[in-house]
């Protein structure tokens, strides 16, 4: 239509999807319009299950998580397996701006959105939110839970801009992940004994891919 003179003015896109929904089902969707170059902003509501459909396991989903379709039972102890990083994945497409946010520090969320939205060609921001119902938490812990999952670093706040990796939160103390997992129910089968072994896991992966992520951004 800009083409053709009907519209004069420079129209931002932002597109929203789920975890279910960009994680999974609309991957290849989102990995197409990323490496054909549209101006776009895909943001990703990742609350690490299919919430609005009965609480189904998505690639999202931590080892560990009790879901509808990784029950935490007799058979196994919640899902198998590590969650995906999509985040990397879309750092993989070299695309101009990726980033990780947090509703808990919303002003860093919005600097990102701003800055993405300045930038011209394809962005991607995941965002994480937890889930009251899915996440098994109180209703008015959902800021504060997020809040846990950045301070222990199971979900760290950074972008990468033109290849360039950048901390854009640095906790002053790392907590260690069980304080973000004792605080929900979807991790309550954790505190057996038989089980501890998967928060040791959780911990390993966190701690190596913090490390990692400090290499990258040059804050070793």
Request: hydrophobic share 40%; with cysteine; proline share 4%.
């Amino acid at each position: 239509m800009k083409k053709k003179g009907k519209i004069k003015d420079d129209i931002k896109f932002i597109g929203f999807g789920g975890d279910g929904g960009i994680y999974d089902i609309g991957l290849q969707s989102l990995s197409g319009a990323m490496e054909r170059g549209h101006d776009i902003l895909m943001v990703c509501y990742d609350n690490e299950a299919y919430m609005n459909t009965g609480v189904q396991r998505s690639s999202a989903t931590p080892m560990g998580a009790a879901t509808t379709t990784s029950p935490a039972g007799k058979v196994i102890p919640g899902k198998q397996g590590a969650r995906k990083d999509l985040t990397g994945i879309l750092v993989a497409h070299r695309i101009r701006y990726v980033a990780q946010a947090s509703p808990s520090h919303w002003q860093d969320l919005v600097k990102k959105v701003e800055k993405a939205l300045e930038i011209k060609g394809p962005k991607f921001i995941n965002v994480l939110m937890p889930c009251t119902l899915g996440w098994g938490f109180a209703q008015d812990q959902g800021i504060a839970i997020a809040k846990l999952a950045v301070d222990t670093c199971f979900w760290p706040l950074y972008e990468v801009e033109n290849g360039k990796w950048a901390l854009t939160h640095k906790p002053q103390e790392k907590k260690p992940l069980v304080e973000f997992i004792e605080k929900q129910g979807r991790f309550a089968h954790l505190k057996k004994e038989k089980n501890r072994y998967i928060i040791d896991e959780l911990q390993k992966q966190v701690d190596k891919d913090w490390d990692e992520l400090l290499k990258k951004a040059g804050a070793a």
